[in-house]
């Protein structure tokens, strides 16, 4: 069998630990050190994609869309919503880790066709939280993929973001009729009546997380549509 190879290493704000970047053959894998275990992986992106593909369907209505991506990741969600948005799109990819950018820049690039280097794409490296905050109805849809689920895995303060304050931020943040869009590897009811609680409304979908492929885990995804 094909070894795995360090490639890079980041080290995480706050948690303590690293993010690391590894390459066996034709595949690449994120991992979190201290038990986190792998964060990605280039051969599972479908629930990735049908975040953004499910969000993006919501805005066909929208003549010039406005996305936050939260979590840029290996790409695949990033490049799912340009496929799925017309020529007259901004999408603005908030990143925690300049690593990760630079990562996608380079050796990730390819895995899903390099979409930074799309005219429509403007990244910020800092945390999504602070885009959330400093502007109000800015975005027609928000896309939220910075963790494994409603807490701060790989970085503590994400956990604010899933918080009645932080969706409140994020319902703040949306223009009217507005998709917030979260990606979760599992369930969490508590998400759910939270997301109601600060006035959207829910949908709760279940996807497979290699897409087309019949077989293996199922991942969760939100769509909470702010009121019109």
């Not at 490639?7 to 986190?36: C, K, W």
């Not at 009546?193 to 997380?209: D, N, S, Y």
């Amino acid at each position: 069998m094909i070894p795995w190879v360090l490639l890079d290493s980041a080290p995480l704000p706050d948690r303590g630990g690293e993010l690391r970047l590894f390459q066996r053959g034709e595949e690449f894998s994120i991992r979190i050190t201290g038990g986190g275990g792998e964060l990605m992986n280039s051969r599972v992106h479908g629930s990735e994609e049908a975040l953004a593909e499910l969000a993006c369907a919501r805005l066909v209505a929208c003549e010039r869309p406005r996305i936050l991506i939260g979590g840029l990741g290996m790409g695949f969600t990033l490049a799912a919503a340009l496929r799925s948005l017309g020529p007259t799109a901004e999408v603005v990819v908030a990143e925690l880790l300049p690593a990760v950018v630079e990562w996608n820049r380079g050796p990730l690039g390819a895995l899903a066709g390099h979409p930074l280097e799309d005219v429509r794409v403007r990244v910020q490296v800092g945390d999504v939280a602070r885009c959330l905050q400093a502007q109000r109805q800015a975005y027609d849809a928000i896309l939220l993929d910075v963790d494994n689920g409603p807490e701060g895995l790989t970085h503590p303060g994400n956990d604010r973001l899933y918080s009645v304050e932080g969706l409140s931020t994020a319902l703040t943040a949306l223009r009217p009729a507005g998709v917030l869009a979260v990606w979760s590897a599992g369930p969490d009811r508590n998400f759910t009546q939270r997301l109601r609680k600060v006035g959207f409304e829910v949908e709760e979908v279940r996807v497979r997380a290699r897409g087309a492929v019949r077989k293996g885990a199922r991942h969760t995804l939100w769509l909470a549509t702010s009121a019109v």
